[in-house]
C-alpha cells in the first residue's frame, strides 16, 4: 500500500512540475516581445529559387532592425499587389511543416519559403492568350501583425480570386546572424 501511495506522490509531484514548466515556458513566450512590422525590414529575393513542374520557390527575409531581440512565430500573410499597392487575387494560401518560435537578434534575419505555381495552370487567371499579368511584389503581414510592407518583387499573378497560386511556410530561422545579415 505504501509503495502504491508513494507511486503515486511521485506521479502527482512529477504532473504538478511538469504542469509548473509549461506554465513557466508560457510565461517566458508572452514575456517576449513579438516583432513589430514597423520594426522589420521585410525583402524578396530577386532571383527565382529552385523550380519544379508548374512553378518555382523564392523566399522572403524579415530582418530586425528594431534595435532589440523580437520573436516570430506562425504564417506570415502574403499577396500580391499592384504597383498602387492594391492586392491581386487571392491571398497565398500557408503550408509547411508545425510553425515554431524564432528569436531574431537585432539584425539577424528570418526567412520565409514561398511556393509560385504558374498562372496558367488555374483555370480562369489568363485573361488574354499567351499573356500572363506580373504583379510589383507582395504584401507581407509578419504573424499577428495587422499592418504590412510590400516587398518590391515582379511575380506572375492571377489577377481573378478564387484560385491560390501562392502558397507560404511559416517563418524560419534565422537565417543571417547579426554579423553576416
Same mark, same amino acid.
Given at each position: 500500500?505504501?509503495?502504491v501511495?508513494?507511486?503515486?506522490?511521485?506521479?502527482?509531484? /512529477?504532473?504538478? &512540475?511538469?504542469?509548473?514548466?509549461?506554465?513557466a515556458q508560457?510565461?517566458?513566450?508572452?514575456?517576449?516581445? $513579438?516583432? =513589430?512590422?514597423?520594426?522589420?525590414?521585410?525583402?524578396?529575393?530577386?532571383?527565382? +529559387?529552385?523550380?519544379?513542374?508548374?512553378?518555382?520557390?523564392? &523566399?522572403?527575409?524579415?530582418?530586425?532592425? &528594431?534595435?532589440?531581440?523580437? /520573436?516570430?512565430?506562425?504564417?506570415? @500573410?502574403?499577396?500580391?499587389?499592384?504597383?498602387?499597392? =492594391?492586392?491581386?487575387?487571392?491571398p497565398? #494560401?500557408?503550408? #509547411?511543416?508545425? *510553425?515554431?518560435?524564432? /528569436? !531574431?537578434?537585432?539584425n539577424?534575419t528570418?526567412?520565409?519559403?514561398?511556393?509560385? +505555381?504558374?498562372?496558367a495552370?488555374?483555370?480562369?487567371?489568363?485573361?488574354? *492568350?499567351?499573356?500572363?499579368?506580373?504583379? $510589383?511584389?507582395?504584401?507581407?503581414?509578419?504573424?499577428?501583425? /495587422?499592418? &504590412?510592407?510590400?516587398a *518590391? !518583387?515582379?511575380?506572375?499573378?492571377?489577377?481573378?480570386?478564387g484560385?491560390?497560386?501562392?502558397?507560404? @511556410? *511559416?517563418?524560419?530561422?534565422?537565417?543571417?546572424?547579426?554579423?553576416?545579415?
Amino acid at each position: 500500500m505504501f509503495a502504491v501511495a508513494t507511486a503515486a506522490s511521485i506521479g502527482l509531484l /512529477t504532473m504538478a &512540475s511538469m504542469t509548473a514548466g509549461a506554465a513557466a515556458q508560457g510565461a517566458a513566450h508572452q514575456d517576449a516581445q $513579438a516583432c =513589430k512590422t514597423s520594426g522589420l525590414d521585410i525583402w524578396a529575393a530577386t532571383n527565382r +529559387g529552385s523550380t519544379y513542374a508548374g512553378g518555382y520557390y523564392n &523566399s522572403i527575409y524579415l530582418t530586425n532592425m &528594431s534595435g532589440h531581440s523580437c /520573436t516570430l512565430l506562425g504564417h506570415a @500573410g502574403v499577396s500580391t499587389v499592384r504597383l498602387s499597392g =492594391k492586392e491581386i487575387g487571392s491571398p497565398a #494560401g500557408w503550408v #509547411g511543416p508545425a *510553425p515554431t518560435l524564432v /528569436t !531574431l537578434a537585432p539584425n539577424a534575419t528570418a526567412v520565409i519559403l514561398v511556393q509560385v +505555381g504558374d498562372p496558367a495552370n488555374y483555370p480562369g487567371c489568363i485573361l488574354h *492568350p499567351g499573356q500572363v499579368p506580373l504583379a $510589383a511584389g507582395l504584401r507581407v503581414y509578419p504573424p499577428g501583425q /495587422t499592418t &504590412s510592407k510590400v516587398a *518590391p !518583387l515582379p511575380v506572375e499573378a492571377c489577377y481573378h480570386h478564387g484560385p491560390v497560386w501562392i502558397h507560404v @511556410g *511559416p517563418v524560419q530561422g534565422p537565417v543571417f546572424p547579426p554579423d553576416q545579415g
